[in-house]
């Protein structure tokens, strides 16, 4: 949408009139001209280009958004063999429950930042879990 455009007025070729306007008889009413049918449907006929227009202008706004989004992210990466902690996933009872569990050993990486994790006794987690709830171990 250029300045001054709405969803409405690119639909319809002007701006909504409130019931008030039409009573009192404001500067859009006085000024009102009898060419806006045509305007509007001159309009209709670009509407498919201004649409386009504003998808690539939306898309653009999406990139510099997640471009500057991914500046600010850290990546964590463990090795396998790394120690490292759960996030508990169970609702905690209290508020002085521990929020994470392990240490846990990194047996494998998956190209998607998760990974497969044992407990100490070698027992192999069920699922890979990802690295947004895992936390290095310091031992």
Do not use: C, H
């Not at 500067?27 to 201004?50: C, H, P, Q, S, V």
């Not at 006794?121 to 031992?139: D, H, Q, T």
């Amino acid at each position: 949408m250029g300045t001054g455009e709405t969803p409405f007025s690119m639909v319809y070729g002007n701006e909504a009139v409130l019931p008030v306007e039409i009573g009192e008889e404001s500067a859009r009413i006085i000024f009102y001209d009898e060419e806006n049918g045509k305007r509007r449907m001159e309009d209709l006929d670009f509407l498919g280009e201004k649409r386009e227009a504003a998808a690539i202008r939306i898309e653009a706004y999406k990139n510099r958004i997640a471009r500057s989004y991914n500046r600010r992210v850290r990546r964590k990466g463990f090795q396998v063999g790394d120690l490292v902690l759960r996030k508990v996933q169970e609702v905690a009872v209290g508020k002085l429950d521990p929020k994470w569990e392990g240490p846990y050993k990194v047996v494998m990486r998956l190209s998607s930042d998760a990974y497969y994790l044992e407990d100490s006794k070698e027992k192999m987690l069920k699922r890979p879990w990802s690295a947004y709830n895992l936390r290095k171990y310091y031992s």
